[in-house]
């Protein structure tokens, strides 16, 4: 069997930290999944993508649809 785990992270990064703070919490981010996944034989992928969101609205993530390219 196969399966996937979606999670999601909203961030308020401050407008003085910028870009600059995004990258510092993508880099936090992705430290602390590569912790999660690092020893677990189950894992045979894994990927962090850190992009800027607008709005306020939250998501629901089991309504999500996902293409496959």
């Known amino acids: 069997m196969k399966a996937r785990g979606i999670v999601i992270v ?10 600059r703070g995004a990258a510092e919490e993508q880099d ?3 430290a602390a999944i590569n912790s ?12 962090v993508d850190l ?3 607008r709005g306020d609205r939250t998501m ?3 309504k ?6």
């Open 28 to 30: 936090k981010l992705e």
């Open 36 to 47: 999660i996944v690092s020893d677990n034989k189950r894992v045979v992928f894994h990927q």
């Open 60 to 62: 629901d993530i089991s």
């Open 64 to 69: 999500m649809k996902f293409r496959h390219s």
């Open 51 to 53: 992009k800027e969101r």
């Open 10 to 19: 909203d961030y308020l990064i401050e407008d003085d930290a910028g870009f």
